[in-house]
């Protein structure tokens, strides 16, 4: 493939790159779909964490009744990130 390249004068390189910012624009409404679409993924892992949220203490209160203090505290720790990422 490299080989191939090599034999492409200046002028066909740039007669292949005069499309690239009409493929840009093209490509918008894709980006825009994808932006969408990642946030749709963050809202519905955030749901979860909201839904969990009494579960996830009670398991803390429990291991901190248990003497499992490190447990306990990555428990809260995961919590305090999820809180974060908002």
Not at 64 to 72: M, W, Y
């Amino acid at each position: 493939m490299v080989c191939i390249l090599i034999f492409f004068s200046t002028a066909e390189i740039q007669k292949c790159l005069k499309d690239v910012p009409t493929l840009a624009k093209e490509l918008q409404e894709i980006r825009e779909e994808s932006f969408l679409h990642s946030q749709l993924v963050m809202a519905t892992d955030n749901m979860n964490n909201i839904f969990n949220i009494n579960k996830n203490l009670d398991k803390a209160h429990s291991l901190i009744n248990e003497g499992n203090l490190l447990h306990a505290h990555i428990v809260s720790l995961k919590k305090y990130r999820w809180k974060h990422k908002i």
